[in-house]
């Protein structure tokens, strides 16, 4: 796909609300008038996404990342599969954005950024088929311990966690090779419509006890430093769990660890490092839509203290890796990646 102009990205950011509300009232209509009950069925969720994915296009069309884009709609047409309509509820939040694009705004830049949508919607049934692939292997998952947490039996999981450590040489290895592949597995069950939300819920607080558990019952790490490492969400994530066991990892591999959780503004961040003077911020972003978000981040940080070293991981940060480098941080694939850059400072060390 070829890039957008400058003024059209422009353009798209300073009309995306009255495009949004465009958008948002034709997949009502869709739904009121035209006896769509598998949309009806999930009629917010619908919307959520369809906002979610105007603003994945302004981050696309302002930072050019038009291959990101596809892999993302990969992801949107998984979640629609399991929701019971991967095409059609798709194709409509495609087709509403053409429309709105092509509606509210003048030529050429309504033709710039359309193309790319229509892109995505002419070749939709290539992938959806790609999209196949797009679920993990769960086949390295313990299925007696997933039953534990879906099922919010702390010491039914505790016991089965106790049978496996002594098989792991470390505790910080039972983070990456037990708590993490079930953590995902709950994750993307739930994104796919298999399990309730109270189901997830429950799996949550379980998960979120054992990774307290392990801490108190771990008689120290193999190597202590007295480097302070600072983890944080980026505005906007809510996915908690990530963090927390990320905190884990690294206190379980000698860091010193504080942990900001989700919810603080950029600035308050950015206040936390200038504080706390930390040798790393590690961040966390799950959705390439939050890209201004963490780079408001990035900015503050580095404002405050250029000493910092700051650390990206998720899937959103993997998409947007180009971008992110040449704002002087690093992209970790994983925990023990990321505790490398931590240590070293560099890809290549």
Known sequence: MSPVSHSASRLFSSEFANLSAQVLSRLSLEWRYHQRPDLERSDQQLLQYALEFGRLLKVVYKYDLFPALREECKWYV??????????????????????????????PECNELARPIRSIRND??????????????????????????IGGDFPGAREI????????????????????PAMAEVGQRWEFNELEIFQEHLATEVIRILLAGLMLTTHGPRQKTDEVALVSCIPGDEHELIPLALASYLALRGWIVRNLGVGLPADQIARAVAVLEPKVLFLTCTMLSTLEEVLDVIDKVQRESGRCRIILGGR???????????????VALDFDEGFRL???GSVDA
């Open 78 to 107: 998984a979640v629609f599969r399991a929701r019971g309509s991967s095409h059609d509820a798709f194709a409509l939040v495609l087709d509403s954005w053409i429309m709105a694009v092509e509606g509210l705004l003048k030529p």
């Open 124 to 149: 939709l049934d290539r992938l959806i088929e790609e999209a196949s692939n797009v679920r993990k292997d769960s086949s390295k998952i313990k299925p007696e311990l997933l039953e534990k947490l």
């Open 161 to 180: 966690i106790s049978g496996i450590s002594p098989e792991i040489e470390s505790p910080d290895r039972l983070i990456v090779r037990v708590m993490l």
């Open 316 to 330: 959103g940060a993997v998409l947007a890796k180009a971008v992110l480098e040449r704002r002087g941080v690093l």
């Open 342 to 344: 931590a240590r070293e």
